[in-house]
Antibody, heavy 120, light 106 residues
Framework: EVQLVESGGGLVKPGGSLRLSCAAS????????MSWVRQAPGKGLEWAGR??????????DYAAPVKGRFTISRDDSKNTLYLQMNSLKTEDTGVYYC???????????WGQGTTVTVSS | DIQMTQSPSSLSASVGDRVSVTCRAS??????LNWYQQKPGKAPRLLIY???SLQSGVPSRYSGSGSGTDFTLTISNLQPEDFATYYC?????????FGQGTKLEI
């Protein structure tokens, strides 16, 4: 069974940092492109960023609201995806999902989400 | 960035009805358009990829159409479990974007 499990969410003060993890199982993680998608309370889905597989360059892309503050990385030896979030703002509050990500096949596997709350 | 605009924002329907949700892109995205369903407190679920391809395990009452800038998700013979929020998402650009969502209510 393909599974993604996020962890690392919590309460952090504005200006603080947090690192989220996404542990993958049941898929060839090395070949997977991965995205982070977030959802503010009561709002819609917002794509935050993506990392390609290393064989495709391992490059990253970010949505404008998080570019320069968030960094996506991967450790293929641990089948784990990361989201390093710095200079957090109250508007970064929400549920953060990791997902597999393909330009053609869409985001077909999702984790259960982890909640980030940025508040003083 | 490519903007995705869904309509309507909300929709009321009954079991057995046929409903459609539209999604318009701010520029041509060929067929790089995906549809998701989300229920409260749950992760999104991929329904349709590449505008019209049904994801494995998704009931055949779901269908997608369109190309270029205009796309449609149609649900035939609505079932109780179909009442949820639906999102379109473009993957033509390296910067993905979602529509704002359409809430389907009984």
């Amino acid at each position: 069974e393909v599974q993604l499990v996020e962890s690392g969410g919590g309460l952090v003060k504005p200006g603080g940092s947090l690192r989220l993890s996404c542990a993958a199982s049941g898929l060839t993680f090395t070949n997977a492109w991965m995205s982070w998608v977030r959802q503010a309370p009561g709002k819609g889905l917002e794509w935050a960023g993506r990392i390609k597989s290393k064989i495709n360059g391992g490059t990253t892309d970010y949505a404008a609201p998080v570019k320069g503050r968030f960094t996506i990385s991967r450790d293929d030896s641990k089948n784990t995806l990361y989201l390093q979030m710095n200079s957090l703002k109250t508007e970064d509050t929400g549920v953060y999902y990791c997902s597999t990500s393909s330009d053609y096949y869409g985001m077909d596997v999702w984790g259960q989400g982890t909640t980030v709350t940025v508040s003083s | 960035d490519i903007q995705m605009t869904q309509s309507p924002s909300s929709l009321s329907a009954s079991v057995g009805d046929r409903v459609s949700v539209t999604c318009r892109a701010s520029q041509s995205i060929n067929n790089y358009l995906n549809w998701y369903q989300q229920k409260p407190g749950k992760a999104p679920r991929l329904l349709i990829y590449a505008a019209s391809s049904l994801q494995s395990g998704v009931p055949s009452r779901y269908s997608g159409s369109g190309s270029g800038t205009d796309f449609t998700l149609t649900i035939s013979n609505l079932q109780p479990e179909d009442f949820a929020t639906y999102y379109c998402q473009q993957s033509f650009s390296s910067l993905y974007t979602f529509g704002q969502g359409t809430k389907l209510e009984i």
